[in-house]
């Protein structure tokens, strides 16, 4: 569970999150609104690299603001990035192992590198150079990285951008079974309507670092604002 309360950021004069209080509970939730509206932002906030001015987040129970970037891994958290990082002359498996050996002990980083290679259905090109990989298989390289070590949060950032309808359906599919299969919850952001539909139980719409509406998506998406604001309809 997701805790967000009264968060603000400031950039010089503007506000790309400004007192932002919601709880996202469902195993996977979405984040949606259009382009600015601070979706990314947030992400850098609860992953560490962006200092809010004031607020506190708590993921399950726990206080993650006075936490640094490197001890929140430890705790759990995990992210991809909208431009995705996977080290291009590391094969797949190595780009799974950089993250093991900063949060595992030595003996358990093999079989966490392992399940997770498997579960994003890589082990057939685990050897391959992260530049040799197309981009779908980069993309699953960098769920793998999120799913090493005892994720709690991850976070995905437009995770199926850029990827064909098959392959997003594929996506779909490992992250809907991400919760049960390693005990994490998943916050995705994603323009793909459809896919936050069939993929997030709940969601929250962003709209200029506000709160929109945070509930059951099927709700969210028929809500007459969200649907001015972001679908672009009246
Ligand atoms: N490092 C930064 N410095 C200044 N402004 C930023 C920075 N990062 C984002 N912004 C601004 O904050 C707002 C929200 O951006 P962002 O969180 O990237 O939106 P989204 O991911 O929803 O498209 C935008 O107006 C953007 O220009
Ligand atoms: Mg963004």
Redesign the pocket.
Known sequence: MIELTNITVR??G?K?IDQLTATLKAPVAGLI??????????L?VLSGF?KPEEGSVLVSGVPLLSLSPLNRVKAGLRRSF?TEQVVEDMSARDNLYAIADHVLPAAERTQSVETALSFVRLTAVADVMGARLNLFQRRLVELGKCLVGKPKLILLDEPAAGLTDEEGAVLKDLVLAIPQAFGAQVLV?DHDVELIRAMCSETMV?DY?RLLVVGPTAEVLENESVRRAYLGEI
């Not at 609104?33 to 947030?42: D, I, V």
């Open positions: 950039f010089g503007i790309p609104g259009p382009n600015g509206a601070g979706k990314t932002t947030l850098n962006v909208q952001i962003l670092g």
